[in-house]
């Protein structure tokens, strides 16, 4: 039994950048202000900032691809993992895709009327995505780091399902 497992986070240096650039704004104000702030304003101020800014990368997109189908989980939506079972996709492959047009950016994505057609993705990072069309016409795109091992564990189950 192949079994295909990945866990993603966001941890891409541009977010990163832009995280601390934008924790400059409100840490300047609190400095600006110190004065008149008491030491417990002040920490619950940069407390609160620091986990703010700290939230997105708790987001962590758990995909597995085995004998009963295609399973993801986007924490913290997903509480529990999502299956789509073999028996309801027409098609699947790994194919590259642009996020910012296709989709309109990352995470849990689409459904807008401009991205409709595309069907909805669930990405974190990268250009490569386990493409999934279903039986009843819904897709999803499920974005992978790892996509020759996504590549042989889909075409083992493919091979089964599809005859």
Not at 34 to 57: N, Q, V, Y
Not at 99 to 107: D, K, T
Request: proline share 1%; net charge positive; hydrophobic share 45%.
């Amino acid at each position: 039994m192949r079994i295909f497992k990945e866990e993603q986070r966001f941890t891409q240096t541009w977010l990163i950048v832009i995280i601390v650039i934008s924790l400059i704004v409100p840490l300047a104000i609190i400095l600006k202000e110190i004065d008149k702030l008491s030491t417990s304003e002040i920490i619950i101020s940069i407390g609160t900032i620091i986990l703010a800014s700290g939230l997105i990368f708790l987001f962590k997109l758990t995909t597995r691809i085995d004998e009963k189908g295609i399973h993801y989980k986007f924490f913290p939506f997903h509480l529990k993992f999502k299956t789509v079972v073999w028996n309801d996709i027409e098609n699947a492959y790994i194919r590259t895709y642009d996020a910012i047009s296709e989709y309109g950016g990352w995470g849990i994505r689409g459904g807008a009327l401009w991205y409709k057609a595309k069907g909805k993705a669930i990405n974190i990072s990268g250009n490569i995505g386990i493409q999934l069309e279903l039986k009843d016409g819904k897709k999803l795109l499920i974005g992978t780091n790892k996509k020759e091992q996504a590549q042989d564990v889909l075409s083992t189950y493919k091979t089964q399902h599809h005859g």
